[in-house]
C-alpha cells in the first residue's frame, strides 16, 4: 500500500514538473516589456541573460543600505562590538515622508536593532544613525569608508555621498549601474 502510495505521487510531480517546464518555455518565448532605466540579468557564472543600459549612473536610493550594513558589520569586526551594544543615536532630521525606525536621540538603542530596522524597514534613521556613530568610533569618515569599499569591490561607477540613499530634490546622490550592483 505505502509503495502504490509513493508511487502515484511521484507520477504527480514528474506530471506537476513536466507542465511547469512547458508553461516557462511558452513563457519564454513572449516578449517581456519593463518600465526600467537599466536592467543587467546574468547567471551566476557571468553569462548575460539581458542587458539595457547597465552601465549607465543612475541613482540608487535605499540600495544604498546594503553598503552601509556592510561597513558596519566590517567596522564591529575590527572594533569587537557586539549586536548588543547599546549607543545614544545622533542623526540629522528626516524628511516627513523618508521610512523611519523613530529614533529617539535621549533613548539608547541596540546596535543590532539598528542594523535590522535598517534592512527590513529601509529606516533611515538607523543608517544615519549607524554612520554617525562608527564615524565618531573610528575617527574616520564612514562614507569615504562607503566609498573605498566600492571601488576595492570593483565598482568604478559607484559613488555614496550618504548612508541612507535619500536624495533631496535637484541634489546630487548616491549612484552606482545595474551591472555594479550585480556583482
Do not use: W
Not at 535605499?62 to 542623526?91: A, G
Amino acid at each position: 500500500m505505502m509503495f502504490k502510495k509513493r508511487t502515484i505521487i511521484f507520477i504527480f510531480l514528474v506530471i506537476l514538473i513536466f507542465d511547469l517546464f512547458n508553461m516557462v518555455k511558452a513563457k519564454s518565448n513572449e516578449k517581456i516589456t519593463l518600465n526600467a532605466k537599466a536592467v543587467y540579468v546574468a547567471t551566476t557564472d557571468g553569462k548575460i541573460l539581458y542587458e539595457f543600459n547597465s552601465n549607465a549612473q543612475l541613482p540608487i536610493a535605499s540600495l544604498t543600505k546594503i553598503m552601509t550594513y556592510l561597513v558596519s558589520r566590517e567596522l564591529m569586526h575590527k572594533h569587537s562590538i557586539s549586536v548588543n551594544k547599546t549607543i545614544y543615536p545622533k542623526f540629522p532630521k528626516m524628511p516627513y515622508d523618508a521610512d523611519i525606525m523613530g529614533l529617539n536621540p535621549k533613548h539608547k538603542v541596540k546596535i543590532g536593532d539598528l542594523l535590522n530596522y535598517m534592512m527590513s524597514i529601509s529606516a533611515n534613521d538607523a543608517a544615519e544613525a549607524l554612520k554617525n556613530y562608527f564615524t565618531y568610533l573610528g575617527k574616520k569618515d564612514f562614507i569615504r569608508l562607503m566609498n573605498e569599499k566600492a571601488k576595492k569591490m570593483g565598482m568604478q561607477k559607484t559613488y555614496f555621498i550618504n548612508a541612507s540613499g535619500l536624495t533631496e530634490k535637484n541634489k546630487e546622490c548616491n549612484k552606482s549601474t545595474a551591472k555594479e550592483l550585480y556583482f
